[in-house]
Structure formats: C-alpha cells, structure tokens
C-alpha cells in the first residue's frame, strides 16, 4: 500500500525566492507528515518562480518565460532537497526550460529519496502552447522510472488524451501514471479527467491528476485556472464501481489542497491476471478485427 498526494495547487504570488522556498517546504512537509509518499504538483506549478520578476517583465508572456530561466536550476536543487530530507518521490509540476537547441521545452522532473530520477517533457502541445507561447513537444519520447514500489510514469496534461503515450508507459511496466495538469475552463479540467480515467480503463494502471486553481491576474500565463485532483483505477474486482478512488470535492479552491488517497498496487495488479476483462491483455486484438 502506498500513499499519494496530489495538489490542487492555488497560483498565489510569492514575490522572492525565500517566501516561495518556505511555501514550497510547507506544502510539502504537509503533505509528508501525513504520510503521502508521492507527492504531484500541476503542470505548470513552476511558472509562480515569475512572480520573482518585475512586474512588466511579468505580465510579458515570453519575457516571463526567459526571466525565469537563472531560478531554474535553484528550483532543481530546492526540490530535490526536499525529496530527499522527506524520504518522498515529489514531482514538482512542470515548467518551461530553454532547451540546447534554443527551443522552450515543458518539462517535469521526478525527484526521490535518492536524489533526482530524471525528466519527462510534454510530447503533444495545446494550441494555446504550440501558437502563442511557441513552446515545443519533447525530442526523447517517452520513459519510465523506477521506485521503491515500483514503476512509475508521468503524462503532462494534454498527453493523457491520447491512448498510445499511456500504452507506450504500460509496456514499460508503468503501474502508476503521473497526469500534472493546468486548465484554464471546465471543459479542458473534463477533458484531462475523462482522459486520465480512460487511460487507466485502457492499461489498467492507476492515474493520478493533479491541477492548478485560482486566478492570477499578475501572470500573463497562468490567469485563470479551474481543475480537480483524483486518483483513477481500472472499474473491476477490489477497486471501486466508477473506477474513482478519490477526488477533490471542490473544483477551485482559493487555497492549496492536498488530496490524498492510498493505493493497493498488489490488488491493481490481480486485475490484470484475475479481472472481469482483459483491457491490457486484449490491446492487440483491435488491429485484427479492424
């Protein structure tokens, strides 16, 4: 059995480096000290490092994007401190990363008790992402990590909407899909959600979501934000009918709010060997019968 934890994360201003460095220990000591494991923060978590910048330089979308890039590297060792003085696996959001080849990159690292894992970069870009900001999809594809229970891998919100990206992380052995998620409606909350379920429906694999909330009318990227945090597990044997583990009752909080909710991995696993159907197993018979 494992403890996860995931943010309904509030876009608040923390205008230095020390104010958003005690934020983010107190958040996450919160979230530890009620014995969460793994801790998921949304897409886009990271961009709040903006509210560091002057004001113009805050509400210019793609000079914020630049401004934040000298924090970036302070933000790595501040997470990856905490994932270790807290013996958990954090992943922190997402934020844009200058890549070498001058191309801006949503990135999220994965963080452990041993230090940092590695990265996934958003593979498929909104149209928001992909026209106004220019920011673009990832060059490595997809991996998976490896934890203390197992293996774990993360879909970058629009990602979960696209079956194959979840099937490429279950054939790598992924038990537990992390889904960090920024909307900015209701619709685009219900979009990543019903992904997220499908996806987990599909592999068999357990999704957790996590999402910004709040308005932020300092950002010229991140000003209204609308979602939910659940935990998502196939509907069968030892796992609830609607296939809802937990979820966040309120769907913008004006704080942030950590849901937790523990998770059987042993009993997810029988269900791919014992349950009343074969999602997994069955994948390929849909290219023979089409």
Excluded at 89 to 110: C, E, T
Excluded at 140 to 159: K, N, P
Excluded at 269 to 275: A, C, F, I, K, T
Aim: hydrophobic share 45%; proline share 5%.
């Amino acid at each position: 059995m494992i403890r996860l934890a995931a943010c309904q994360y509030a876009i608040d201003h923390w205008p230095s480096w020390a104010a958003y460095a005690t934020h983010l220990t107190e958040l996450c000591e919160t979230a530890a000290a009620q014995g969460a494991q793994v801790l998921l923060l949304p897409e886009y978590a990271g961009l709040v490092l903006s509210a560091q910048l002057p004001a113009a330089q805050c509400a210019d979308l793609h000079a914020s994007l630049a401004g934040i890039q000298p924090l970036v590297p302070r933000w790595r060792a501040l997470c990856e401190q905490l994932a270790r003085r807290l013996g958990v696996y954090l992943q922190p959001g997402s934020l844009p990363v200058l890549d070498d080849d001058g191309r801006y990159r949503n990135r999220a690292w994965l963080f452990g008790p041993d230090g940092e894992l590695g990265h996934q970069d958003k593979l498929i870009m909104t149209r928001f992402e992909r026209e106004v900001w220019g920011v673009h999809g990832g060059r490595e594809g997809l991996r998976s990590f490896d934890t203390a229970f197992g293996r774990v891998g993360i879909l970058v919100c629009y990602d979960n909407e696209f079956p194959l990206l979840a099937r490429t992380l279950a054939e790598q052995g992924a038990d537990l899909i992390l889904a960090p998620s920024c909307t900015d409606t209701e619709a685009g909350y219900y979009r990543v959600r019903i992904g997220a379920q499908a996806r987990a429906l599909e592999n068999q694999v357990a999704v957790l979501q996590s999402a910004t909330v709040g308005r932020a009318n300092w950002s010229a990227a991140l000003d209204e934000n609308i979602g939910r945090a659940g935990l998502y597990v196939p509907p069968d044997y030892g796992q609830p009918a609607n296939g809802v583990v937990a979820e966040s009752t309120e769907l913008c909080p004006a704080s942030s709010q950590w849901l937790f909710a523990d998770l059987e991995l042993a009993a997810l696993r029988r269900v791919r060997d014992e349950g009343q159907v074969f999602t997994r197993r069955d994948w390929p018979l849909q290219w023979e019968v089409l």
